[in-house]
């Protein structure tokens, strides 16, 4: 029996094009119009980066606790002191030891963002941990979106125990958060500066033109 040949027949005998053609409608200078993802995806594995606000305040002072032997004499010595504080999406976030004196005590941090002309008291939470003779307490102060960049955050801290009252000044000179732009802090400046302001700026997504890629580029062919 013999075997059937085979027949080959292309697009056009069958009714169809021949060939498929395409125009690119894009200018040399453009960037082709690509899905950004699978190819994102494929160069980083599927990782993605993250996108932060760094904040405009910076501490003016050294974290108590960096030195820890003069810390910890301060502590025996006053009964209270500030530990460690970090800046975290315009708050400040931190931590108060307190010499054990009694069960029943309170912990507030007095702060203000005018040089003292107002200010407000923050109640400090107990935090638990495993130490008898010193105890933890936890604070957060927000930083109000008015607050204005060429001044300073201010703030000192009050153990009260045993209706008695012990501060810590930060030895008489208070604890200063100030901004982190010296620009912004200039005293001379026109501009009034809030931490508003430099939020909107960061968050604002049309930032992203400044790079001004395209622009930097050789035009005289396309980079890909």
């Known amino acids: 029996m013999g075997k059937k040949g085979r ?11 021949l060939v498929s053609v395409r125009l690119l409608t894009e200018s040399s200078d453009t960037p082709p119009n690509i899905r950004p993802h699978p190819i994102l995806n494929s160069l980083t594995h599927g990782c993605n980066a993250a996108v932060t606000h760094a904040s405009p305040l910076m501490l003016n002072f050294a974290q108590p606790a960096s030195n820890y032997l003069a810390f910890r004499e301060k502590i025996e010595k006053d009964c209270v002191s500030l530990e460690n504080v970090i800046i975290k999406d315009y708050s400040l976030i931190g931590t108060i030891k307190v010499k054990n004196l009694s069960f029943e005590k309170s912990v507030k941090v007095r702060c203000t963002f005018d040089s003292w002309e107002t200010s407000q008291d923050y109640a400090a939470n107990f935090a638990p941990n495993a130490q008898n003779v010193f105890d933890t307490f936890a604070f957060e102060i927000r930083v109000p979106p008015t607050f204005n960049l060429r001044k300073k955050i201010q703030f000192c801290i009050c153990y009260a125990v045993n209706n008695t009252e012990y501060w810590d000044s930060n030895h008489g000179n208070n604890y200063e958060v100030v901004s982190s732009d010296s620009k912004a802090a200039q005293k001379g400046s026109s501009q009034n500066t809030t931490v508003q302001a ?12 400044q790079f001004s890629g395209w622009d930097n580029m050789d035009s005289s062919c396309p980079y890909w």
């Open 7 to 17: 027949r080959v027949s292309f697009a056009d005998d069958c009714g169809k094009n």
């Open 198 to 209: 430099v939020y909107n700026l960061q968050a604002d997504g049309a930032n992203w033109t």
